[in-house]
């Protein structure tokens, strides 16, 4: 049996907003936008897997236009 936090892997919407060194409001605009940022509520408290995060903001990464000179 784990002795680990069963929540370990999760961050509150404070927490997340620290992380990504932005307001708590931005949290809400992303969950907000379509295919928005993943959240899961427990207990009255929005969080967010990190696991989840990284994966939306994987999804977000794009290439720079290959056709525009440098």
């Keep these: 049996m784990s002795t680990g936090n069963l929540l370990d892997d999760y961050l509150s919407r ?3 907003a620290s992380e990504l ?5 931005t949290i809400s605009r992303y969950e907000n936008q379509p295919d928005g940022l993943p959240s899961v509520l427990i207990g009255g408290r ?3 897997r990190l696991q989840s995060v990284r ?3 994987e999804q977000r990464e794009r290439c720079p236009n290959p056709r525009r000179a440098s």
């Design 46 to 48: 929005k969080l967010y």
């Design 55 to 57: 994966k939306w903001i």
């Design 14 to 16: 404070a927490e997340l």
């Design 21 to 25: 060194g932005v307001v708590t409001r």
